[in-house]
């Protein structure tokens, strides 16, 4: 398959996270697929009844909450709060979050009770749908990477024996499980390699980039480079991957199973 220029997205998920793979791309990307099967989709494209509320966060904070990625129903977003920043009551759907520098902030529900969260670096959560305020109370900028996720109709057939903390342990690591959803951390050394292991849809988030090569179950390569930063929804799929480059990758991935458990 062709991945265009979107290459990059996949590059994402070739390079790190997916190091795995499956397939990625832009919340802006055109429609594509990519020799790993994965399936990109415009973000104007999303069925309305996925589209964002009125209390969408991104709608009531555009200051504090950016989009990195918005296809398949899942979205990923960039929430970043300086100390003191806060924002008026919005609402999530089911998400999962993995932060990325920590802080302290408190959280009001919309029945007025409030929470204090000291939120660590590296740590991760996955939460049903909530309605809140936010306020930065610490003296640290916090940022967090949230995947909010809107499920679609119907469920797919997982083969655990594919899954890819199964058939490479060393390289995928999942730090929250639950819901569904779960939260993995990859990462793959210079010439590390995974045999082959599937994904179901995901959006990977890249912290340290590299250049990784994607092998599909026909056999065709795919080399990819992503930067840190890069953000990416695919679909589900199935590949090798090993990294070809010089340092060592590292992302975090959130799968999404379409049937909750």
């Known amino acids: 398959m062709k991945f265009k220029i979107y290459c990059q997205f996949v590059l994402a998920i070739g390079m790190t996270l997916f190091i795995s793979a499956c397939n990625g791309n832009d919340s802006k990307v055109s429609s594509t697929t990519d020799s790993t099967g994965v399936t990109e989709t415009k973000s104007d494209t999303v069925p309305a009844s996925e589209k964002p509320s009125a209390m969408d966060a991104v ?3 555009p200051g504090l909450y ?3 990625a918005d296809s398949l129903g899942i979205r990923m977003l960039d929430a970043t709060y300086k100390p003191g920043d806060s924002s ?3 609402s999530h759907p089911e998400n999962a979050m993995y932060v990325l520098e920590g802080g302290s902030s408190i959280f009001t529900d ?6 204090r969260a000291d939120l660590k670096t590296g740590m991760s959560a996955i939460s049903p749908a909530e309605t809140h305020s936010v306020k930065n109370i610490g003296k640290n ?3 967090v ?3 909010e996720i809107n499920r679609q109709d119907g469920s797919e057939a997982l083969d655990s024996s594919m899954d890819a903390t199964r058939i490479a342990p060393n390289l995928y690591k999942v730090l929250k499980d639950s819901m569904g959803i779960r939260v993995l951390q990859v990462s793959y050394k210079p010439g590390q390699s995974s045999a082959m292991h599937s994904h179901p849809d995901a959006a990977l988030y890249v912290i340290q980039g590299g250049t990784t ?3 599909d179950k026909d056999g065709h390569k795919q080399t990819y480079t992503m930067k840190a930063g890069s953000a990416m929804v695919m679909a589900a799929g199935t590949h090798s991957v090993k990294n070809v480059g010089k340092t060592t990758t590292k992302s975090i991935l959130f799968e999404v199973r379409r049937g909750r458990k």
């Open 145 to 147: 990477i949230l995947v």
């Open 88 to 90: 008026a009551m919005h």
């Open 59 to 61: 709608k009531v904070a």
């Open 110 to 115: 919309n029945n007025g009770k409030e929470t």
């Open 141 to 143: 900028t916090t940022k």
């Open 213 to 215: 090569e994607f092998t």
């Open 66 to 68: 950016k989009v990195l």
